[in-house]
């Protein structure tokens, strides 16, 4: 049971380049989230998908697409990657009526 | 929408002191309010929570309080150990548990 599984764990990219985060559980959780980190600010909330089939914006969704591939997978995408983009990613998942959300390891992305 | 604030910023302790770490929130429809703790190099991990018809809950050395009427809870770390060492954040949830709302963090440092 490796609970939430994320891919790269690093990754350096140019300005205008695209790029796909993968995530995946393997609890069988309906809902899954992604956010990004950065230093004094915390964790914001970029996108969710609160079950197969749907996705809805967070708290910092531009610049970003995601697809929930299928029930374990939830993939962000950066269309043309920017430094302001530079961060480190988290995907976590929510099991139906449970409140904790689980965090993956995290992508740390640098955009230069 | 929500604001969540989090105090001190960063918090030196000696081992065996105890260590307490405020957080504020702004909607007074929210109704669930968790802890996080996240290790260097690692995704937050849930360490204890509380819902908003309960004042106090503890979990060996640890206890949250909230105070629905000013809209604050606390974390209160007893006989701090170096292993509590560590980034800790506090959020808020007020929709049905889909979406957290973070806290800025607070770093803990415990020194032997």
């Known amino acids: 049971n490796a609970g939430v599984t994320q891919t790269p764990k690093f990754q350096v990219l140019k300005t205008g380049q695209s790029m796909t985060l993968q995530c995946a559980q393997d609890?069988?959780?309906?809902?899954m989230y992604w956010y990004r980190q950065d230093p004094g600010m915390g964790l914001r909330l970029i996108y969710y998908?609160?079950?197969?089939?749907?996705?809805d914006k967070g708290e910092v969704p531009n610049g970003y697409n995601v697809s929930r591939l299928n029930k374990r997978e939830f993939s962000l995408r950066l269309e043309s990657a920017a430094p302001s983009q530079t961060s480190v990613y988290f995907c976590a998942s929510r099991g139906a009526g449970a409140e904790e959300q689980y965090f993956g390891p995290g992508t740390r992305l640098t955009v230069t | 929408g929500e604001n969540v604030e989090q105090h001190p910023s960063t918090l030196s302790v000696q081992e065996g002191d105890s260590a307490v770490i405020k957080c504020t929130y702004s909607?007074?429809?929210?109704?669930?309010f968790p802890w996080y703790k996240q290790e260097l190099g690692k995704g937050p991990q849930l360490i204890i929570d509380?819902?908003?018809?309960?004042g106090e809950k503890k979990d060996q050395r640890i206890a949250v309080t909230l105070n629905k009427t000013a809209k604050h809870f606390s974390l209160h770390i007893t006989e701090t150990q170096p292993e509590d060492s560590a980034v800790y954040f506090c959020?808020?949830?007020?929709?049905?548990?889909?979406?957290?709302?973070f806290g800025t963090g607070t770093r803990l440092l415990v020194s032997p």
């Open positions: 609890m069988n959780h309906n809902s």
């Open positions: 959020a808020a949830s007020n929709t049905g548990f889909q979406k957290l709302v």
């Open positions: 998908s609160a079950s197969e089939g749907t996705t």
């Open positions: 909607d007074s429809a929210s109704n669930y």
């Open positions: 509380i819902r908003s018809n309960v």
